[in-house]
């Protein structure tokens, strides 16, 4: 699928020089979004009910770019020569000829009618209010839009800062929308990234940001008598977290068990905020899960005490996909999993392998 996506590049940008501009000069990125996209397409050709709004989603997403419904011509034109150059002669026939055209009209179609559709703004900018260091390589950053942003709770969003432009990269919201405009992200430095660590390392109160409109199938659960299962790893915990303060809000909730991970202790860095929602909430149980016992070399202050958060469940050392696993049965509970693909595909099989039935796992995209 790479060398695909390398060579669907290379037609675009051959056949039609003038959307280059419209990318970013580093494409490694780009590249893993677009193999990530299609891959999901393809999985659920026969699930328009899943596949439908996320392509809608994507359309409404990509109005932040400027694209034009000639724009998606020409990326469809660019797929289908890169997949007919990639596949045996004998095997391209003129009927996955015709399958090929059809389905990617399919795609274009449902995209750019999202898009005319859709009457939110392009873009929000947003201005920085906070930006507070949590560890040395993860930053809290809270903004205030020019303008409020309607998102459901565990959506999440592109965002675009001034040290990286035209780079785009994906954020959970770690508050509900509100009517204020504000907005919260954690973000975690990602070894060889462009992006995170630019923002971690240049984010300063009252840069401006550009986000682009909400993604994402995760949200609050509408059957408050059907448990819920929690997992999330690092900065995962955002989107889960979202998601608990808008039930929070709510008369009647389900129960819902929380495991949320990190490496080391000090990853467990929103620990404070989940122990007064467990406090005042009875339905919410947490459980932290961490890999190691020991913090890393890096991290100076003081050892904090084992289990010093009220409502929390005491701490347990393992990979939290086994731990999730082999603490209980979760087949009568729905599941979001959030952190990273490695993560979430290991969780989800372990959950499938002990009697979960997939149709119960949610996960967005691995983007």
């Given at each position: 699928m790479q060398r695909l996506a390398r060579s669907c590049y290379s037609i675009l940008f051959t056949e039609y020089p003038a959307l280059r501009d419209f990318f970013?000069?580093?494409?490694d990125a780009q590249r893993d979004r677009f193999v990530k996209a299609i891959g999901f397409t393809l999985?659920?050709?026969?699930?328009?009910?899943e596949l439908l709004p996320f392509l809608a989603q994507l359309g409404r997403d990509h109005r932040k770019y400027g694209v034009l419904p000639e724009h998606y011509v020409a990326m469809c034109s660019s797929i289908k020569t890169a997949m007919r150059l990639s596949a045996d002669t004998e095997i391209w026939t003129d009927e996955v000829d015709r399958a090929w055209d059809e389905g990617l009209k399919m795609i274009s179609d449902t995209m750019v009618g999202a898009a005319e559709k859709e009457t939110t703004p392009p873009v929000w900018g947003g201005t920085v209010l906070e930006s507070r260091a949590v560890l040395r390589n993860l930053r809290?950053?809270?903004?205030?839009?020019?303008?409020?942003?309607?998102?459901?709770?565990?959506?999440?969003?592109?965002v675009q800062v001034p040290a990286r432009p035209?780079?785009?990269?994906?954020?959970?919201?770690?508050?509900?929308?509100?009517?204020?405009?504000?907005?919260?992200?954690h973000v975690r430095a990602v070894s060889g990234g462009w992006v995170s660590p630019a923002i971690i390392d240049h984010t300063a109160v009252g840069d401006q940001w550009q986000l682009g409109a909400p993604l994402g199938g995760l949200g609050v659960p509408r059957n408050p008598k059907r448990k819920l299962l929690m997992i999330g790893c690092g900065t995962g915990i955002a989107?889960?977290?979202a998601q608990l303060m808008t039930m929070a809000q709510r008369?009647?909730?389900?129960?819902?068990?929380?495991?949320?991970?990190?490496k080391h202790p000090c990853d467990l860095y929103d620990m404070d905020a989940l122990s007064e929602l467990a406090v005042a909430n009875p339905w919410l149980s947490v459980t932290p899960v961490t890999e190691q016992d020991e913090n890393p070399w890096w991290y100076t202050e003081s050892k904090p005490q084992e289990n010093i958060w009220p409502g929390i469940a005491p701490r347990r050392t393992g990979a939290i996909a086994k731990v999730v696993a082999k603490t209980g049965t979760w087949a009568d509970h729905d599941v979001q999993i959030v952190g990273s693909p490695s993560m979430v595909q290991t969780t989800k099989f372990r959950l499938m392998a002990s009697g979960t039935q997939a149709k119960n796992i949610r996960h967005d995209p691995l983007f």
């Open positions: 970013p000069a580093a494409m999985d659920r050709l026969e699930q328009p009910g809290v950053v809270r903004l205030r839009l020019d303008q409020p942003m309607r998102y459901a709770a565990g959506q999440y969003v592109s035209r780079m785009w990269r994906y954020l959970s919201p770690a508050i509900p929308a509100n009517a204020e405009g504000e907005i919260e992200f989107p889960l977290r008369r009647a909730n389900p129960h819902v068990h929380l495991f949320v991970g990190g």
